[in-house]
């Protein structure tokens, strides 16, 4: 007893691994806390997605994936699968281990920049990320949001230690930097495109010559599960992709943008209602991916400057500081309120300071030419395209706004206090 006393009383409550596990151990309370407030209830449509594949692997096992349903990868799915495998089909725990999730991804963070920067800035990064409130709001949905802010994470954490590690331990996060990608991908589909960056930056480093064996490695393993995936699609629909809506998705937010704006469930409840509609009812899923696909290129064609004007108010409302006032939220959404007067205010306190102090953090990265920089930058600017290009909402920038208050929290270490609060 005098032992853990004496223990107790010696913590030094400076010292960063100290600070460290506080920071998790305090995210880790937010987020079950939000977890248990909200319950097993389901708020979001999507979730229910994600949920029909986890079930339908658990009641008919995991060989019966090809059968799986396919309106959205799997990765999501298969994290409830493993909640559901673990203790058994239970809304609630799959919630907590989402919230598990999301507060490794404070651990993570911090060892990232502790890589990139210093254990200082690694520790504000931390707390930044630890209260964050969006993180710890989407952390009590079974959506993509959480598992694809840890999937990111991890893997610029992985490929960053994969580049400037020893070649001893390149194997290692060759292998987890691959994991880390390949359910990136499988969880949210759009990222797929973003290989040809990542490969190009692998290579663009040399990496090939003196890890060649764990770069190999990396490849593979990343284009593992997308490729199963669309092997999976064309056997199934006769279509090698990895997303079977994205034809649907695109010509939705280009034909019946107004619809969509409004509410994504009502553009697709227009797009239901129309003749054109009506001619992909006797098509498979694979025919319908592909005549959506060539539909919305027509659009497109036929109404060049409608498009710009569109995709140009989507990068606005994929960067807004607040969600939009004269758009109401479901009714039974937890916490935040029908109004969205919650969310308004607290996107007002985080999001502007947030961005700004990114967007000059990824200038001054840019300036001084730092080596790390490259591959999250990328990344940023990918997402942004991806979304611009075909539709976008503020909870889609959640998924680079990790990367965000790294670099916020790189800018506003480089100010001059005693100049700036003329001291």
């Known amino acids: 007893m005098k032992s853990l006393k004496s223990r107790l009383t010696n913590i030094n409550l400076y010292n960063p691994d100290t600070i460290i596990f506080f920071l998790v151990v305090a995210g880790l309370i937010l987020r079950l806390g939000f977890v248990f407030y909200t319950g097993g209830a389901i708020s979001q449509p999507d979730e229910n997605v994600y949920i029909e594949q986890a079930k339908h692997l658990y009641y008919n096992g995991i060989t019966n994936f090809s059968t799986i349903p396919t309106d959205r990868p799997p990765g999501a799915g298969l994290l409830i699968l493993l909640s559901f495998i673990l203790f058994g089909v239970n809304l609630l725990k799959a919630k907590i281990l989402f919230s598990l999730l999301g507060t490794l991804t404070i651990y993570l963070v911090y060892k990232y920049v502790c890589d990139i920067f210093d254990k200082k800035l690694a520790i504000y990064t931390a707390l930044i990320t630890a209260f964050y409130p969006f993180f710890i709001y989407w952390s009590g949905h ?38 880390s990608w390949t359910m990136l991908i499988i969880t949210r589909a759009q990222n797929f495109y973003f290989l040809p ?6 290579l663009f480093k040399k990496t090939y010559k ?36 994205g034809g649907a998705t695109l010509f939705t937010s280009t034909a019946f943008y107004n619809e969509s704006r409004i509410d994504w469930g009502l553009g697709t409840k227009t797009l239901e209602a129309s003749d054109l509609y009506k001619e992909t009812k006797t098509m498979n899923t694979g025919e319908k991916e592909y005549y959506f696909r060539k539909k919305a290129v027509e659009h497109i064609k036929k109404h060049p400057l409608r498009f710009v004007a569109t995709r140009f108010d989507n990068f606005i409302q994929f960067w807004r500081f607040y969600p939009r006032t004269n758009i109401q939220m479901q009714d039974n959404s937890p916490f935040l309120s029908a109004k969205k007067t919650y969310f308004i205010i607290i996107s007002l306190l985080t999001e502007p300071l947030l961005i700004i102090a990114g967007l000059f953090g990824l200038l001054i990265a840019i300036r001084k030419k730092l080596d790390f920089a490259f591959l999250p930058i990328s990344f940023i600017l990918f997402t942004t395209a991806i979304h611009t290009l075909v539709f976008s909402q503020m909870r889609y920038r959640l998924l680079v706004m990790p990367i965000i208050i ?7 270490s480089r100010i001059d206090h005693k100049k700036f609060f003329g001291l």
């Open 142 to 179: 079974l959506m993509t949001e959480t598992p694809s802010v840890f999937f990111i994470v991890s893997a610029l954490f992985f490929t960053n230690r994969f580049i400037v590690m020893e070649n001893s331990k390149a194997s290692l996060y060759g292998i987890l930097a691959g994991l």
């Open 197 to 202: 960056f990542l490969f190009g930056f692998l």
């Open 210 to 245: 003196t890890k060649l064996t764990a770069l190999l490695l990396l490849f593979t393993i990343t284009i593992s599960m997308p490729l199963l995936w669309m092997t999976k699609n064309y056997n199934s629909y006769g279509i090698f992709t990895i997303d079977t809506h």
């Open 406 to 412: 790294i670099f916020a929290v790189f800018a506003i």
